[in-house]
């Protein structure tokens, strides 16, 4: 839901952090662009030449045949092949498209379409125990609550966003539908009328 906001193509950066093994000639190499002078190892700063204490950066633009890259020099005094650093870095997201939520925006409306799978059996809950799908469908919601993100290291947790339904005021009075669509025998969503559906 962009809340009637259009969405832009553009260049962004989106900061990101993870560990990487140094290679041979004390390199590690990011397979994406990274945002210029946005690399950061804690302990180290980026310099022109390396030097005990500084890397070196070195981004390659992606091109209409090869993807985009960056590669980072260490020098000796501060690590050794094989050895394990942790980045941050701001990665270059060249074709993203941004919709943006301002602060003076109104709560977010559209359309609400949730998918839930039926299983065969309360204890088997994997792919292959799939035998139907639910689908509710709502023309008209409101965001009533920012979604959640209340998880727990190693513990499951449920993510929630919570909506409220509106009146569309569509001509046929349809507030919501919810839809059963059961699988074939082999499990698989049915994908022309006629074929034999699995209802065990």
Same mark, same amino acid.
């Given at each position: 839901?962009?809340?009637? $906001?259009n969405? +832009?193509?553009?260049?962004?950066?989106t =900061?990101?952090?993870?560990?990487?093994?140094?290679?041979?000639? =004390?390199k590690?190499?990011?397979?994406f662009?990274?945002?210029?002078?946005? $690399? #950061?190892?804690?302990?180290?700063t980026?310099?022109?030449?390396? /030097? /005990?204490g500084?890397?070196?950066?070195?981004?390659?633009? /992606?091109?209409?045949?090869?993807?985009?890259?960056?590669?980072?020099? =260490?020098?000796?005094?501060?690590a050794?092949?094989?050895?394990? $650093?942790?980045?941050?870095?701001?990665?270059?997201?060249?074709?993203?498209? #941004?919709?943006?939520?301002?602060?003076?925006?109104? +709560?977010?409306?559209?359309? =609400?379409y949730?998918?839930?799978?039926?299983?065969?059996?309360?204890?088997?809950? +994997?792919?292959?125990?799939?035998?139907?799908?639910?689908?509710?469908?709502?023309?008209?919601?409101?965001?009533?609550?920012?979604?959640?993100f209340?998880?727990?290291?190693?513990?499951?947790?449920?993510?929630?966003?919570?909506?409220?339904?509106?009146?569309?005021?569509?001509?046929?009075?349809?507030?919501?539908?919810?839809?059963?669509?059961?699988?074939? /025998?082999?499990?698989?969503?049915?994908?022309?009328?006629?074929?034999?559906?699995?209802?065990?």
């Amino acid at each position: 839901m962009a809340n009637a $906001v259009n969405g +832009t193509e553009g260049d962004y950066g989106t =900061l990101e952090t993870g560990r990487f093994e140094v290679k041979t000639g =004390l390199k590690i190499t990011l397979p994406f662009e990274c945002k210029t002078n946005s $690399v #950061q190892i804690r302990g180290l700063t980026e310099a022109t030449e390396g /030097a /005990a204490g500084k890397f070196t950066v070195t981004i390659t633009a /992606a091109t209409a045949e090869t993807d985009g890259k960056t590669e980072i020099t =260490l020098n000796a005094s501060d690590a050794t092949v094989g050895d394990t $650093v942790r980045v941050s870095y701001r990665r270059r997201m060249v074709n993203a498209q #941004q919709v943006m939520m301002k602060t003076t925006g109104t +709560t977010a409306r559209g359309a =609400l379409y949730a998918h839930y799978p039926v299983y065969s059996s309360g204890m088997d809950c +994997t792919e292959a125990s799939i035998k139907a799908w639910v689908h509710i469908e709502i023309p008209r919601v409101r965001v009533t609550a920012l979604p959640g993100f209340n998880s727990s290291y190693k513990s499951a947790s449920t993510y929630s966003v919570t909506f409220s339904g509106l009146d569309p005021k569509r001509a046929d009075g349809k507030m919501w539908a919810l839809y059963f669509e059961p699988t074939d /025998a082999n499990g698989d969503i049915i994908a022309k009328s006629g074929e034999t559906v699995n209802w065990n």
